[in-house]
């Protein structure tokens, strides 16, 4: 099926929500690692999200342009190019913009998604993330005002963080500590000023001690119940169930029971990074430890072109990532639940 429309994206939503299980939101770097990622909801008949980060923005435009719109373009295009041939729907999304690449990543591309629904195009992404962890709560929330609007222009959704993930992606890094706990007040500040839907549809990732990364257990201390008890208080004061489509970031090498007990409070979409990448380069990094004098001309020889030919071990790492792909669709119930 084609990338999904922004009708179809709030129907993947809604089901999800309704339908108590989330979609996996899988990181990728190039078209080998988004072909793993359309291939493993394929097999686990999941629908899902496939999204670019901050440096992969950069590294698809190639070493000597570095354009974050340009290389998130790119990698679009092919991305509807090549997932129109799978029997699943997949989403694109742009994850965790801090506010200094607002206006070469993410502004940029929203005014792109404006300009070509003026010609009565959809959008290449059908969401943008806005990373406003780094600066007050207050600036946050304005900053969230303006890109919520400039997305409903778009026929794009916005997803937020309120709160902060320790752990390092993409050199944005913060520390593990009790700043990792979203409040009430705060999911209260977001409704106040965002609202429940009725100026937009948005994805909240409310903080219960996530990490980017995979780290001992001991260092890491997951609280789900706080969003349950964030959506209760809210629905609550708001007269509706579940006010927030929640997100769980950090997701690699979370516990089972963390993951469901996240996704019964109202997670939506839960990001995968750390867990496929290993799944993809530890088969690479097998398949050159395990034949590394036919991948190396050693002592002048020739070695084995069939061993280095970038297919011979690019195939089976696609195949890896896809099988770690299957694993987290069925972890959070997608698996055999795609729209028809």
Known sequence: ?????????????????????????????????LNAALQGFA????DGIVQVSLGTALYLSGNAIQNRFVGSRALALYAHEV????SVTVALHTDHCPVENLDDWVRPLIADSIERRSRGLGPLYQSHMWDGSAVPLAENLRVAEELLDASVRANTLL??????????????????NEQLYSTVDDARATIEALGTGERGRY?????????HGVYRPDSVHLRPEILADIQTVLGRETGKDKPFDLVFHGGS???????????????????????????????????????????????GGYGNKKAYDPRSWGKPAEHAMA????????????????MR
């Open 43 to 46: 097999e686990a008949d999941s």
């Open 159 to 176: 997803e937020i963080e309120v709160g902060v993930i320790g752990g390092e992606e993409d050199g944005v890094s913060h520390e593990i």
């Open 253 to 299: 090498g979370s516990s089972a029971e963390d993951i469901a007990s996240a996704v019964a409070s109202g997670v939506v979409k839960m990001n995968v990074d750390t867990d496929t990448q290993y799944a993809f380069t530890r088969s690479i990094a097998g398949h050159m430890l395990a034949k590394y004098d036919q991948v190396l001309k050693v002592d």
């Open 83 to 86: 997932a129109s041939q799978y």
């Open 203 to 211: 994805l909240t990732a409310l903080t219960f001690g996530n990490v």
């Open 1 to 33: 099926m084609p990338i999904a429309d922004p009708d179809q994206y709030v129907a993947m939503l809604d089901r999800a929500k309704e339908g108590g299980f989330a979609y996996p939101a899988i990181n990728v770097t190039s078209s080998q690692t």
């Open 323 to 338: 099988a770690r792909v299957v694993e987290a669709a069925q972890m959070l119930g997608s698996a055999g639940r795609a």
